[in-house]
């Protein structure tokens, strides 16, 4: 088996664990696996043709001192992702990209604000349909 389809099954198990849609991007943001347990909310994140991914929550040039995962917002107001860095030998190799999902108490304001996005009534329709999660349990995920 090589490296990339021990990630992938890796990767697709552990997004089965935490229920979350995982990807692992090089350090030039490029997709090294296939989306695992994409959800409706991640796949409107990933493929909006408005915004293309990665989103602005990736760093830029140095990711030495990068250590951890980080709550990120995903470019769209109140839908939240986890990034992460994936370490080799102490250094920043990949980031692996882990939401879509909605800050509990924040989806009428999202659902407010969808109403300016492309395609508003898909919006809605799958914010509507989004459980509401706390940050400390899709941390504890």
Not at 108 to 117: V, Y
Not at 119 to 132: A, D, F, G, H, M
Request: glycine content about 2%; overall charge negative.
């Amino acid at each position: 088996m090589n490296i990339k389809d021990f990630l992938q099954h890796v990767q697709d198990a552990y997004a089965a664990l935490t229920d979350l849609s995982i990807i692992m991007l090089d350090l030039q943001h490029q997709p090294v696996t296939k989306v695992s347990n994409i959800t409706k909310l991640a796949e409107l994140i990933l493929f909006s043709p408005d915004k293309p991914f990665p989103p602005s929550c990736f760093p830029n040039g140095d990711n030495t001192q990068w250590q951890r995962p980080m709550v990120v917002q995903t470019g769209y107001w109140g839908v939240k992702a986890i990034v992460a860095p994936v370490l080799v030998e102490q250094k920043v190799e990949y980031f692996i990209w882990a939401g879509a999902f909605i800050e509990e108490e924040t989806k009428p304001i999202i659902k407010e604000r969808c109403s300016q996005f492309p395609n508003s009534q898909i919006w809605l329709q799958v914010i509507e349909q989004t459980k509401e999660q706390t940050i400390s349990m899709v941390e504890k995920s």
